[in-house]
């Protein structure tokens, strides 16, 4: 909105909008239409105030239950903290629950690999967050279970890859449409998110490097990616299960910037205060290294990533602000947060799935 002198002197601003269409509003105008703007803020803001101090009804006098699958992994443990305050009644699944690190909400086990038995974990369950490695054959059964158990919505965490048309990231792209297929066809109302690179890749691929000998071996220095916070993917999370904002969308998230891998390597540097050199590495040495942490599917699929990632900036989605109302967490901010997993004596990831 700029500002600009108009007929008889009036003061007129300009505004731009679609198709490039531009409108000339008077000053009063604008004045009402901030006045409005603000009141609606207002209200958005009591509203979410409200909705997050309330329990969420799905019949009257019946408060909703979430189930979270994954509740031990790093965005299914941030979900369930984030549903804390939703007025839904939470319960987290996964093979090994830890009960003690939620009081406050119900901890059942489970395998995915064996839909059966889910069956307690399912029970009076409206709407679930679904955490998959299933096996194709595994989803009917899946969906069946759930379908018994009277779920409605289930919000799958896809991945980007199921975009994307290079052959490196076939076998990532349809293990995880399966999945999403699998929802949809089963009848659910689905949210998928499809998260690019995870900010926590860092821990897992370099902190034993970064704590043991403060360097980092890379293939592909040069590659970019847009890495993402757990945090803002579990807070959009929170959006897709407790609100109908964003039934049936796929919703492709990622950090707010485009970095190389050198760069993410300089930003934990200044966050642990500590010089890290990067050592480029060849091919088959690379594959030695990260195929220690990586199952082989996995090291095919990022190797090949990471050297296409050299030829062009990593994708760049406003996903996480338009639907969270706040900016996606920056690199430094997330490497700040983290930076105990990059220094000695803290217990960082060993293995991955990527
Ligand atoms: N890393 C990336 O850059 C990236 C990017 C986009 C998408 N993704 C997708 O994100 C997902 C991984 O999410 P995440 O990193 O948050 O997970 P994570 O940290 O690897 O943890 C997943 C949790 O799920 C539980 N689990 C594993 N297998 C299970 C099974 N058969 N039944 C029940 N629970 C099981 C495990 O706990 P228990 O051992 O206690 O069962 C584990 O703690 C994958 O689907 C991946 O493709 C990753």
Redesign the pocket.
Known sequence: MKPRGGPGGAALVEYGIQDHQQVQINRREIHQMNIAHQQSLLVCMLCRFYSRNRPVFRRKGVVMRVLV?????????CIVDRLRDTGVAVRA?????AAQRWPWAETV??????PHTLRPALDGVDAVFL????QPETLPGLAAEMRAAGVRKVVV?????TTRNEPFVEY?KQ??LAVENAMHDGGFTTVCL?????A??AI?FWANQIRSEERVRLPFPQSQ?A??A?ED?ATVAVHALTSQQLDGQKIVLTGPHSLTMREQVEIISQAIGKTIDVIEIPDTEARVLYGRILPPEYLELLMGQWAFEVTEPAVVTDAVERITGRPATTYVEWATSHSDAFTENSPA?AR???
């Open positions: 699958t994954g509740a031990r992994g790093g965005v299914g443990g699944t996964c093979r090994h629950p086990a489970g395998d995915l690999d064996h955490y998959s490695f299933a965490l896809s991945t980007i890859d990532n293990r995880h499809r998260p690019g690179a995870f926590r890749n897992r990616q890495p993402i757990d993917i990831t991955t799935d990527t």
